[in-house]
C-alpha cells in the first residue's frame, strides 16, 4: 500500500522470543516446585542465645509457602500463556499481510493534490 507498511516479518520475529521465554519460564517452574521447606529452615540460630524458638517458625514457614505457592501459579500461567502470544503474533502478521492484500489502494484515487497551494476539487462530489 502506498505511504503505509505493515513490516510483519518484525512482527514474525517477535514470536520465537516467547518460545524461548516459555524455556525459561519451565526451568524456574521445576525449581519454584521443588523450593517447599520444612519449618525446621525457618528456627534461627543465634551465638549467644542458641535456637530462638519464640520466633515462631510456623508462621515464617506458612509466609513463605504462600509465597512460594503464587509464584508457582504465576509459573505455570505464563508456560501456558506465552506460547498462546508467540501464535498470537504469527496469526496478526498473517492478518496485516492479508488485509494490505485486499486493501491496497493508490490514495491518489481519493485525494488529488495539486501544485500551487492546492486548488479545489473541480466536478460535482
Excluded at 525459561?24 to 530462638?52: C, H, M, N, R, Y
Amino acid at each position: 500500500m502506498p505511504g503505509y507498511e505493515v513490516i510483519s516479518s518484525a512482527v514474525r520475529a517477535e514470536a520465537p522470543k516467547w518460545d524461548e521465554f516459555t524455556d525459561v519460564v519451565k526451568s524456574t517452574l521445576t525449581f519454584i516446585q521443588g523450593a517447599t521447606l520444612d519449618t525446621s529452615a525457618f528456627f534461627v540460630l543465634t551465638p549467644t542465645a542458641g535456637i530462638e524458638i519464640n520466633l515462631a517458625p510456623e508462621t515464617h514457614q506458612r509466609a513463605y509457602e504462600k509465597v512460594r505457592a503464587y509464584m508457582e501459579s504465576v509459573l505455570q500461567g505464563a508456560e501456558r500463556e506465552f506460547p498462546q502470544i508467540g501464535d498470537a503474533l504469527v496469526k496478526a502478521a498473517n492478518k496485516y499481510d492479508e488485509a494490505e492484500e485486499e486493501v491496497e489502494f493508490d490514495l491518489n484515487e481519493i485525494w488529488n493534490i495539486e501544485n500551487d497551494y492546492h486548488k479545489p476539487a473541480k466536478g460535482p462530489r
